[in-house]
């Protein structure tokens, strides 16, 4: 039996129902994200070593980053 996957929101996820924001999961190999308002849609899956490099690709300028 496989466990199930454990969602976590991001400290940053706001006030009210805190439903603003992108949930992670570590799967070990792995790092997956999705949408905290739609969970049920799209999840983004990153190899663990590539997350670092995915979260720093957000910060950059020339994403508009603040």
Known sequence: MTAPIQWQK???????EGND???IA?????IAVR???APN????????SRFA???EA???PRLGAR
């Open 53 to 55: 490099t995915f979260l």
């Open 21 to 23: 924001c992108v949930e």
């Open 26 to 30: 570590d799967l070990r190999s792995h």
């Open 10 to 16: 991001s400290s940053f996820s706001g006030g009210g």
């Open 58 to 60: 957000l910060k950059s």
């Open 41 to 48: 849609r799209a999840t983004l899956v990153f190899a663990t």
């Open 35 to 37: 949408d905290s308002k």
